[in-house]
């Protein structure tokens, strides 16, 4: 592996780890309701922390967005709205079919469609037909963990997932294209900044490096999943009564903003790590992203107690499904690396 794609593993281990832990600062949360906290995370990640790091590590931003067209931004902004709406489907899935079911179908989903979208729609001409089986068969191994580690998560909780067979099955049916279609929409972020690199470009243009020039993208890109997921707080508010809380405001504050400061800088420097591994940064760089985010937050389950007392059929799940993650970080390397 060259020097430029070892540095782009690297921040993406880093990015992982960072965006795995995102919401571990909930467990601290005291008094606040799920919309406060949901709310102050998305005032600071989707808007306060992307501009100002964009403001403070790109050098003439106001003359990179000047010379864009309409399109150039209405692209990347469409993809961050259905990424946000994508949010929201998340939360109702989750209600719906339990954690187990509807995380596989999600982050699988997810995981995927990011991954091959840019690869075949972007990139197909760069890579050989070698290189494109070696990284379809670290798709297949990453599909297989990311079931499995699920399939160990819901198995851990000892309890029936809420879609057991009292659920009607036209409502069944209808919970499991709802969790389809936010895991169809779930990916629309790397979208926004695979088909966002306009910007980027424009921001090179104008005289900065190719990875400083990534945080032109994410206002951009974010700006669209800022409306959906404030939109989504506001109800959470309103339904739970929750405005009266914000009186008290340590430190639960403080958690809340961590948690975007995590989530933030994970795709901050994902956005960095696409650049250094090169031209399958947005697909393969997605993937590694993803399969490192999801072994942070086993470990960081696993370090905080969570699979205390769980089975021996849940333990096994959880390490045959990290076996296999290990096994397509391995293939993903190798096809980024060809």
């Known amino acids: 592996m060259t020097q430029s794609g070892t540095m ?4 993406t281990i880093v990015a992982g780890a960072m965006s795995g832990n995102c919401m571990l600062p909930t467990k601290f949360v005291r008094s606040w309701k799920w919309g406060n906290v949901w709310l102050v995370f998305s005032l600071f990640s989707l808007v306060i922390l992307p501009w100002s790091l964009a403001l403070l590590l790109v050098s003439h931003l106001e003359l ?3 010379n864009l067209s ?3 931004f209405a692209v990347p902004i469409a993809f961050g709205a259905g990424w946000g709406i994508a949010q929201v489907l998340f939360g109702i899935s989750v209600t719906r079919l339990g954690l187990g079911i509807a995380y596989s179908i999600i982050v699988g989903l997810g995981a995927v469609l990011g991954t091959l979208v840019p690869l075949f ?12 089986y070696i990284l379809m ?5 990453m599909v297989l963990g990311i079931a499995l580690t699920a399939w160990g998560g ?8 809420s879609a057991g067979p009292s659920m009607p099955r036209s409502r069944y049916v209808a919970s499991l294209t709802i969790a389809m279609l936010c895991g169809f929409m779930a990916p629309m972020l790397n979208y926004s900044f695979a088909f966002g690199q306009d910007i980027a470009s424009q921001a090179v243009a104008q ?26 707080s506001v109800y959470l508010l309103a339904r739970d009564r929750g405005v009266s809380a914000f009186r008290s405001s340590w430190p639960d504050l403080m958690w809340s903003t961590l948690m975007a400061v995590l989530w933030m800088g994970a795709f901050a420097l994902y956005g960095m790590s696409a650049t250094f591994l090169g031209t399958l940064g947005t697909s393969v760089g997605w993937g590694l992203f993803q399969i490192f985010m999801i072994a942070t937050a086993i470990l960081s389950g696993v370090l905080t107690g969570e699979w205390r007392g769980s089975s021996v059929r849940a333990r096994a799940c959880l390490g045959t499904g990290l076996m296999f993650l ?3 970080t391995v293939l993903f390397t190798t096809g980024n690396s060809r």
């Open 8 to 11: 782009g593993l690297a921040l």
């Open 64 to 66: 990179t967005y000047r």
């Open 70 to 72: 309409l399109s150039q």
């Open 121 to 132: 729609i972007e990139q197909r001409h760069a890579v050989s037909i070698a290189t494109l």
């Open 137 to 141: 068969g670290g798709v297949v191994l």
């Open 154 to 161: 819901h198995l851990r909780e000892k309890i029936p997932e």
């Open 207 to 232: 005289g900065n490096s190719p990875a400083l020039a990534a945080y032109a993208v994410w206002p951009i890109a974010l700006a669209g999943g800022f409306v959906p997921n404030v939109l989504y």
């Open 326 to 328: 290990i096994l397509a």
